[in-house]
Each structure stands twice: as C-alpha cells, then as structure tokens.
C-alpha cells in the first residue's frame, strides 16, 4: 500500500488560509468517506484535527476544516495562527483493511 | 484525564523480540478498538496493526504482517505487540491510539506519548 501524496510543505502569513492537500486512490480516499488529518508538534504526539472526511473532533477549532473530491481530499486551516507550525498528516482507510497515512506536510507560519 | 501510556521500548539486536505494552484509563477500554502506529526518526507516520473491541478482527501492515501479534486484555486495560524477528527498519516511535469507531480501523482520538524502539547491533 503506497502512502497517500502531500505536498512537503506549505507556507502562510499570519491571517492567511492554507489548504493541505492529500492525493490517493479510488481504494481508499476515493472509495470511502475515512479520511483524517492529524497535527503534530516536534516531539509531541499525532492529534486528531479532522475524521470522516470533514468532521472536527470536540475542542478542535472551527479553523480547521476537510473536504474531498473524488481521490483528493484537502485540509483549509483558515486565520493562521503561529501556534498552527506544526506537521500534517491526512491518512484514510483502505480496500485492504489497512490505515495508510500521507508522508506528511510541514506547515510553516511566516 | 483520558489517557494511554505506552511501556517496554528499548534497544534489541536484529532478530531479536520485545513486546510492548499499553495502559488505558479513565475511559471504557472494552468498548474501543485500538492500534498501533509507528514514527520512524525523521519520518513520517505508519499504521501498523488494529484489533477490535473484542480482539475478534485483527489487521497488519504488510510490513509487519507475520512478525508483529497484536492483542489486548480488556480485564486489564491493556494493549500489547509481541515483536519478533526485529529488523532495522523497524526502529520507530511506536504509539498506542484508540480508535473513534469499533469498525473500520479510522480515525485516531485518543493516543499515547510514544515508546523508542531501536533495533541495531
């Protein structure tokens, strides 16, 4: 199973909207609504930030938002905030039973 | 506090096995199902086994398919990976994370702090 496709980084001034986006297949982003976005600081643990395709998990802000469209899902981080620098990973489930995750975005807040 | 805290990381030999540990608490662990993901130095996240609430549907990573058993002791709240014929390429942060739904292995909520596992000689 190949890793889901992400750019390697992004970039955005404070303020700014970024979209992340995160590219598979029709066995597994295309073919189900399992897609999910984590962040994750240095040396810190992977936090949820988006299931099932656009949904926020409880505490999470309304900044974050996910979409799809057919094998390309997209993660919008709206009104950038320094604290957003971190790493992103959008995963999904698969045709095969498996979880594969995307090699990861490194977000930079300018 | 909901929390999960991992244990039994450490340095082996090629070849060798180690067996992590995972303790769940103050949430109803029989109730969820679980995983393990892994974070080679540097790199990204890699999904490597879930196993239902009532350990009746397990699943591997290829890469890991026939070395790594999963399993878990709902009595205990706790969650294990028994890791055999340990690679290099196997040297990871491994971390336990609780899984939203019982079923597909999905989305991630809860996760532990991570346990180093370094296999060199």
């Known amino acids: 199973q190949s890793a889901l496709t992400q750019p390697a980084s992004v970039s955005g001034s404070p303020g700014q909207s970024i979209t992340i986006s995160c590219t598979g297949t029709s066995s597994d982003v295309g073919g189900y609504n399992y897609v999910s976005w984590y962040q994750q600081h240095p040396g810190k643990a992977p936090k949820l930030m988006i299931y099932?395709?656009?949904n926020r998990p409880s505490g999470v802000s309304n900044r974050f938002s996910g979409s799809k469209s057919g094998n390309t899902a997209s993660l919008t981080i709206s009104g950038l905030q320094a604290e957003d620098e971190a790493d992103y990973y959008c995963s999904s489930y698969t045709s095969s039973n498996t979880v594969v995750f995307g090699g990861g975005t490194k977000l930079t807040v300018l | 506090e909901v929390q999960l805290v991992e244990s039994g990381g450490g340095l082996v030999q090629p070849g060798g096995s180690l067996r992590l540990s995972c303790a769940a608490s103050?949430?109803?662990?029989?109730?969820?199902?679980m995983n393990w993901v892994r974070q080679a130095p540097g790199k990204g996240l890699e999904w490597v086994s879930y196993?239902?609430?009532?350990?009746?549907?397990?699943y591997y990573a290829d890469s890991v398919r026939g070395r790594f058993t999963i399993s878990r002791d709902n009595a205990k709240n706790s969650l294990y990976l028994q890791m055999n014929s340990l690679r290099a390429e196997d040297t990871a942060v491994y971390y336990c994370?609780?899984?939203?739904?019982?079923?597909?292995?999905?989305?991630?909520?809860?996760w532990g702090q991570g346990t180093m596992v370094t296999v060199s000689s």
């Open positions: 196993i239902s609430s009532g350990s009746s549907t397990i």
């Open positions: 994370a609780r899984g939203m739904v019982n079923y597909p292995p999905n989305a991630f909520d809860i």
């Open positions: 103050k949430f109803t662990f029989s109730t969820y199902s």
């Open positions: 099932d395709v656009s």
